[in-house]
């Protein structure tokens, strides 16, 4: 045999022919095995999951949910590498798996990038096939509990497999029957047309209490309960009249009747066929009471979050999408709890999950007459009422309300967690799954957005809003790849000698209709997109690039640069500022970063070593807007700031608010204590300016010196009159 090109296991050949015996390849789809890779994709929250059976140079689907073909080539299947492993081959992500990093289905359509499969074993031990788990999307774990509900799923589907070999021997001699009943792990039963069994297998006796030698030429009615004897009489009749058994070549659910009088859930396959004159009948049984246990454990799990037991999403959907069909009025609650973060924060993900638990309970004591309540993740949970009165639907959400806000306990210290709530009203609101949910997800923003702890019901208002939201999105997007942001720049300035010590770079967009726009139009918005790190780096290299020229003809010139919160989280913060440094050729001293107090705030360890790691790497690290917000002296403490920088708020109240004025000198005295530069803010006139002065305030910067200007007029009216002086 030549090389293939994927690996093939010591026993091929063998293998091969134990995949023919059950005789699955290229038959159709079949309900059973289709359930089971439903259930699959439910549980596991995946969109792709194959039943495949590998052949010798292909791989045929008995089943498939997302996938949409019956097979592919064995040489590019991810199967075949799993059946020469005893357990599940796991790939986290194959774009990093050399033997998968160019493989079509990695590099097209369907695009995986994680793959779980576990082979599908036949009583011989020869791998036969897969089940698998695929996604678009890596992922780097794969719990004990995952591997061992996949392990179970396998088991299920192995079981239905040995059940459609064993029917399959109604096709042979009575003889090879008897041959492969004597050693099947599943009953088999064999009877003549006047009801007596004729065979008896050592299986049947394990499983229905009776042994051979008592059990033979007796009425097989012997083993059928009450609850199903009028079908077993009607398929007799039928036989002995000629005709055939409707239930013949069919795998049937029923109950079985033990010797003891219990009745067992039980998998039974009739056939018929000829005998010499006669008519022999046949039944295949197997006891699925186990089967069972466990098919209802994974429907559970595919179907209620195991935290709160309470429906998951993908139930929630199914609920939701049944209501709507049916065309009976409903309420929609959306809920996401205010505070939630700081619990599992504070004492951890066990206080947390207490919490979760409790509210859960609540909102089911609350709505008690809920069609369906279900926490879809998180913090976020789900109610859905029946009716659409919007009086009842306020009501309801009052109640939530002041129900889930009460105090929570755990481990004697009390909790103090709120809620917001959006409500949508159907069919109003959306006769879609979709539409429905999205109102009240746009109501849900609307309350968070009043100041959390309320609700907010949906009007048509709230959709028009995000449907300008999306466009504007959109313009914003398309904005930084049409090139349209510029870079103005306002001079920073030494109050005692009026000398140019630096700028801050600050963003523009040249909008093609509205023409040029402040950060206040769009900075909001742009912040919470996926493009703001990108637009955050384009920001970065170019003010360094800038500086650089700058530094040639004003020594010790520094650039300010703000930055976007999503810098900090995408890992590429550090590595930024180096390469923008390094390509510029600017002095890492000369770069002075501008952090906002959200940032600070977060106290995380991440952010606190990346901060420590810029000022290694030497660069300044200014705090915008210090005084308008939260931050505690214990953050100048805790954090390698540089530089304060004071708002614009109180440097233009210094002259007419003795609060704006003492705030002034308070921070300027902060700077001293800490050893940090500070910078003034919008100062707007020279009565400000002698302030400032006055309390020896080093920097300013302002409308008094220069507004933002391009870098040409920057060039023109600063850094030429620098060089002059």
Known sequence: MSAAPYPLPPDEEQRLRTLADYHLLDTPPEQEFDRLANLAARLFDVPIVLISLLDRDRQFFKAEVGLGLCGTSREVSFCAHAIVQDDILFVPDAMKDPRFATNPLVLGPPFIRFYAGKPLVSPEGEKIGTVCLIDHEPRSELTAADRSNLADIAALV??????????????????????????????????????????????????FGYRAEEIMHRPGLIIVPDSWRPIYDVEMQRLREGGRMELADHTIELSGLRRDGSEFPAEFSLSTWKEGNGTS???????????????????????????????????????????????????????????????????????GDAVLKEVGARIC????????VARLGGDEFAVLLPGNRASRAVSAAERLLAEVSRPYVFAGKRLDVGVSIGVSLGPQHGVRPEELQGAADLALYRAKAAGKGGYQLFTAAFRQVAVARRAFEQELRQAFENGEFELYYQPQMSIRERRLTGAEA????????????????????????????????????????????????????????????????????????????????????????????????????????????????????????????????????????????????????????????????????????????????GVENQEQLEFLAQNNCEQAQGYLFGKPCTAAEFEDKFVHAAVTQ
């Open 365 to 372: 004591a609350t709505c008690d007459d809920a069609i369906i």
């Open 281 to 351: 009948i046949g039944a295949i049984v197997r006891d699925i009471s186990e089967r069972r246990r466990n098919e209802e454990r994974l429907f559970r799990l595919a179907s209620l979050d195991t935290l709160t037991e309470l429906p998951n999403r993908a139930t929630w959907r199914a609920c939701l999408e049944d209501v709507l069909a049916s065309e009976r009025p409903s309420t929609m609650l959306m809920l996401d709890l205010d505070g939630f973060k700081e619990v599992n924060d504070t004492l951890g993900h066990s206080a």
């Open 506 to 681: 600050l963003l523009r967009w040249n909008h093609p209709q509205r023409g040029l726009l402040t950060p206040a139009s769009f900075i909001e918005v742009l912040s919470q997109k996926p493009s703001a790190a990108a637009i955050g780096e384009w920001i970065l290299r170019s003010a360094c690039r800038q500086a650089a020229k700058w530094r040639t003809a004003v020594p010790g010139f520094r650039m300010g640069v703000n930055l976007f919160e999503a810098q900090f989280r995408s890992g590429r913060m550090l590595t930024s500022v180096r390469e923008a440094l390094m390509e510029s050729a600017l002095p890492a001293e000369t770069l002075e970063l501008e952090i906002v107090e959200n940032v600070l705030l977060r106290n995380d360890q991440a952010t606190v070593k990346l901060l420590n790691d810029l000022r290694r790497l030497g660069v300044g690290l200014a705090f915008d807007d210090y005084g308008t917000g939260f931050a505690s002296l214990s953050l100048l403490k805790n954090y390698p700031v540089t530089r304060l920088k004071i708002d614009r708020s109180f440097v233009q109240g210094v002259s007419t608010s003795d609060e704006d004025a003492a705030v002034v000198k308070v921070v300027l005295y902060l700077g001293r204590i800490f050893g940090m530069g500070v910078i003034a803010e």
């Open 158 to 207: 192995m079981e239905r497999m040995e059940m459609r070999r064993l029917d399959h021997v109604r096709s042979i001699s009575q003889t090879r029957f008897e041959n492969i009943a004597a050693t099947s792990p599943d009953a088999i039963i064999c009877s003549n047309l006047d009801g007596d069994i004729t065979f008896w297998n050592p299986a049947a006796e394990r499983l």
